[in-house]
């Protein structure tokens, strides 16, 4: 028995190491599969985003034909409604002149002023109360009943503490901004699993660790959820202190249309305020992107 154990273990090798390779090539060959498997992943992503896009495009055009028909037609009244092509003729005027860009400008200030402050602000109270119990036994119902309150109805509040310059847009955008990103940050540091935090401590994790490793990232998809939803809210607010109370910015354009009736010029600010909002968020996705690149798939 002792001399057929060497002949045993000098046998072939089993097959599935046999067409393994060696352990180099295996490597390689793993890797290589690996990219294979992630360029057709990513050809698939393009193509559905091609397709994503070509739709919306299409019902886009048939929305803008359906509106231009009805109006030339006269089932809808061209003085309540406007048409297409008369709000494309104003947003030409508006940006061949440039008249316009100012306007852009200090609603553009207000809005990503108000978008950081409301931001950080949100980060820090949600962080704090979300780790604090007492903290948030204290001051979490009172912020619920802040939150159930219509921001818009305390912009004459704003304007009536802060003035008619920029200021009042900004703290308005603060107040919604901040209400949003606290609850959604608040939320997300509750909802970590336990299991987590302990094995992280049972690790030697100490709390600056715990905060950038743990928590934050476990975070980071409530975080962005929220920023993407504020964008649009921080606008809401800057461009409602311009309508109440303005003589510069696209809120104050449309309340001057509005005056004035002019439907067209309604829409055209309205288009602007649009391509503002797309626009910060390309630059929210972009940045989710490169913060979120350690989540698979």
């Given at each position: 028995?002792?001399?057929?154990?060497?002949?045993?273990?000098?046998?072939?090798?089993?097959?599935?190491?046999?067409?393994?390779?060696?352990?180099?090539?295996?490597?390689?060959?793993?890797?290589?599969?690996?990219?294979?498997?992630?360029?057709?992943?990513?050809?698939?992503?393009?193509?559905?985003?091609?397709?994503?896009?070509a739709v919306q495009a299409?019902?886009?055009?048939?929305?803008?034909?359906?509106?231009?028909?009805?109006?030339?037609?006269?089932?809808?009244?061209?003085?309540?409604?406007?048409?297409?092509?008369?709000?494309?003729?104003?947003?030409?005027?508006?940006?061949?002149?440039?008249?316009?860009?100012?306007?852009?400008?200090?609603?553009?200030?207000?809005?990503?002023?108000?978008?950081?402050?409301?931001?950080?602000?949100?980060?820090?109270?949600?962080?704090?109360?979300?780790?604090?119990?007492?903290?948030?036994?204290?001051?979490?119902?009172?912020?619920?009943?802040?939150?159930?309150?219509?921001?818009?109805?305390?912009?004459?509040?704003?304007?009536?503490?802060?003035?008619?310059?920029?200021?009042?847009?900004v703290a308005l955008s603060?107040?919604?901004?901040?209400?949003?990103?606290?609850?959604?940050?608040?939320?997300?540091?509750?909802?970590?699993?336990?299991?987590?935090?302990?094995?992280?401590?049972?690790?030697?994790?100490?709390?600056?660790?715990?905060?950038?490793?743990?928590?934050?990232?476990?975070?980071?998809?409530?975080?962005?959820?929220?920023?993407?939803?504020?964008?649009?809210?921080?606008?809401?607010?800057?461009?409602?202190?311009?309508?109440?109370?303005?003589?510069?910015?696209?809120?104050?354009?449309?309340?001057?249309?509005?005056?004035?009736?002019?439907?067209?010029?309604?829409?055209?600010?309205?288009?602007?305020?649009?391509?503002?909002?797309?626009?910060?968020?390309?630059?929210?996705?972009?940045?989710?992107?490169?913060?979120?690149?350690?989540?698979?798939?």
């Open positions: 028995m002792s001399e057929a154990s060497p002949r045993l273990s000098s046998g072939p090798p089993p097959l599935a190491e046999r067409d393994a390779g060696p352990p180099a090539l295996a490597g390689e060959l793993s890797r290589t599969g690996d990219s294979l498997l992630w360029t057709g992943r990513g050809h698939e992503r393009r193509l559905r985003r091609g397709a994503v896009l299409i019902l886009v055009a048939l929305f803008l034909a359906t509106w231009e028909w009805l109006v030339a037609t006269g089932r809808l009244d061209r003085f309540f409604y406007s048409q297409p092509s008369a709000i494309a003729g104003q947003l030409r005027t508006w940006f061949s002149s440039g008249s316009v860009w100012p306007h852009i400008g200090i609603t553009l200030l207000a809005t990503l002023l108000g978008f950081g402050g409301g931001t950080l602000l949100g980060l820090v109270v949600g962080f704090v109360l979300a780790r604090s119990e007492s903290l948030g036994a204290i001051f979490e119902p009172l912020l619920a009943l802040l939150n159930g309150m219509p921001r818009v109805v305390l912009a004459p509040l704003m304007i009536l503490w802060f003035g008619l310059g920029l200021a009042s847009k603060v107040l919604v901004v901040f209400l949003i990103v606290f609850y959604a940050v608040y939320t997300g540091i509750r909802e970590v699993d336990g299991n987590l935090i302990a094995n992280a401590r049972i690790l030697g994790a100490n709390g600056r660790q715990l905060t950038w490793h743990v928590l934050i990232p476990s975070a980071l998809t409530w975080i962005f959820s929220s920023l993407r939803v504020s964008v649009g809210f921080a606008l809401v607010g800057a461009v409602v202190a311009e309508y109440l109370g303005s003589n510069q910015g696209v809120g104050f354009l449309i309340a001057n249309a509005s005056s004035f009736f002019q439907a067209t010029g309604v829409f055209a600010g309205l288009i602007v305020l649009m391509m503002m909002v797309g626009a910060i968020n390309l630059v929210l996705r972009a940045v989710e992107r490169r913060f979120s690149a350690w989540k698979l798939g």
